[in-house]
């Protein structure tokens, strides 16, 4: 059964800074990190879905969710843990970006999918990405910690979404990998 999500991918925008924040969190056993090529901004996390529903999805993905087409501008900062400091499962870098815009998609992405019968998040949509999950039974170190803290409101790069995508998720031993299933590009002017 294929593993799928909807997310705004990011990954073509690997710079140095994103490199550094790579490599320092990959020297801590007790982090899962995201490769920058992986990086995505989850809309919808869909899981295992079966093969009628995975079709049912990609045969109406473009269709149904034509309307939003548009570029949305971005800026990605500082770094943060959910759910808090004292106990993080996952830790991210901020978005700051036009909210009406992306809340508008992110509500079209879950009219979609509950169309299809998924469940609709309950949750306020908060847009991140994702750079480490803390590993189960782990605990952040000292200077981890104080990386976030003195690193709160590190700018990475400014940037556009330009497109919207449809992803399969393998896991592996190596990782999670991704392959694109389907996009839909945005285009400059709406």
């Not at 269709?63 to 106990?87: E, R």
């Not at 469940?119 to 782990?138: D, M, Q, W």
């Not at 990475?156 to 839909?184: D, M, R, W």
Request: hydrophobic residues 35%; glycine residues 4%.
């Amino acid at each position: 059964m294929p593993r799928l999500f909807i997310a705004l991918p990011v990954n073509n925008i690997i710079n140095d800074k994103t490199n550094e924040i790579y490599n320092y969190f990959n020297k801590y056993k007790e982090l899962k990190v995201v490769p920058p090529e992986n990086y995505h901004i989850t809309l919808k996390f869909l899981g295992e879905c079966s093969e009628k529903t995975a079709n049912k999805i990609k045969d109406n993905f473009n269709d149904n969710l034509i309307d939003i087409k548009k570029i949305i501008s971005f800026t990605l900062f500082g770094l943060g843990v959910f759910p808090d400091l004292k106990n993080p499962n996952v830790i991210w870098a901020g978005i700051k970006t036009d909210e009406t815009a992306i809340n508008k998609l992110s509500q079209s992405v879950e009219n979609f999918t509950s169309d299809l019968g998924f469940k609709k998040e309950k949750n306020k949509f908060v847009p991140h990405l994702t750079l480490a999950r803390i590993r189960k039974g782990s605990k952040l170190n000292e200077q981890i910690r104080q990386y976030l803290v003195e690193n709160k409101e590190l700018f990475f790069f400014e940037s556009k979404f330009n497109k919207l995508a449809l992803y399969s998720s393998t896991l592996t031993k190596e990782g999670p990998v991704y392959t694109e299933i389907q996009s839909i590009n945005f285009s400059p002017e709406q």
